[in-house]
């Protein structure tokens, strides 16, 4: 996976981004949080931690969670040192070796990260492998369609957007630059980093050959409060059609 990944300008921007409140944990808790009450997580590329908590709010009764970046564990082990039910470590998912330990597994804005189509088959081979039988996979990335497109003032508005060339359709397992945004509304680019775009079929193919069936889309739900303060047509271009989507996918082994 790249190492360049901007961690600390991340972290401190996500919080203050419409997107994420508004946008990923209204989508995660209307989607999957029945799926993590009483059960044993793993959250791939964990980021700051922010997420882990959300699970153990929704009844997970644990939570694991790594990341490549020592910065981002780091953050975590000082942020929720006092919850006993999170624990973290520093590394990558190609690095990770669970054997079958986990109910349901997270991969948060992570698989794009993978920069070849073979680091995506390990990820996705070793999250399976850390899946118990039936375990459930979640996981949001880039919506995988031709026509994606993206708009600068998306990313002012959530926090980041996919650069892409609006004169030129999308290809499959293409690199693409990645924006993040300060305070929302702000045309300062804060932090870039860089990701390779996966066509969903391709998702779905890698899925089927580690083990998984099943293999859902969901698009993105907006939060209550967030259609009631902004109102729908501020959140239109990103829902038509959806920029980002949550896969589903249970692990047959």
Same mark, same amino acid.
């Not at 919850?83 to 973290?88: K, S």
């Given at each position: ?12 921007? !996500? ?59 780091? !953050? ?10 999170? !624990? ?53 990335? $880039? ?6 497109? $993206? ?68 698009? $993105? ?33």
């Amino acid at each position: 996976m790249s190492n360049e990944f901007p961690a600390e300008i991340y972290s401190a921007s !996500q919080d203050k981004w419409l997107g994420n409140d508004h946008i990923v944990c209204s989508t995660l808790e209307k989607s999957c949080s029945k799926d993590l009450k009483g059960r044993r997580i793993l959250d791939v590329g964990c980021g700051n931690g922010h997420l882990c908590m959300e699970y153990l709010k929704w009844g997970a009764i644990s939570c694991v969670g790594i990341d490549s970046s020592d910065q981002m564990i780091y !953050q975590c082990e000082n942020a929720y040192m006092e919850h006993v039910q999170l !624990q973290f470590r520093h590394m990558s998912s190609l690095e990770m070796d669970y054997n079958h330990e986990f109910d349901v597994a997270m991969a948060i804005f992570v698989l794009h990260f993978n920069e070849t189509l073979e680091d995506l088959k390990e990820s996705i081979k070793r999250i399976g492998k850390a899946l118990k039988k039936n375990g459930k996979l979640f996981a949001f990335v $880039p919506n995988g369609i031709a026509d994606l497109n $993206p708009c600068e003032d998306e990313g002012r508005k959530f926090g980041a957007r996919v650069v892409v060339d609006e004169n030129q359709p999308r290809h499959d397992g293409e690199r693409l630059p990645v924006h993040f945004y300060g305070t929302p509304g702000n045309r300062e680019v804060v932090g870039k980093t860089t990701i390779s775009f996966f066509f969903r079929e391709t998702y779905e193919k890698v899925l089927r050959s580690c083990g998984f069936d099943s293999i859902e889309w969901i698009d $993105p739900v907006i939060s209550d409060y967030g259609l009631e303060k902004y109102g729908e047509p501020f959140f239109h271009s990103y829902t038509h059609p959806p920029k980002d989507v949550l896969l589903r996918a249970v692990y047959r082994g």
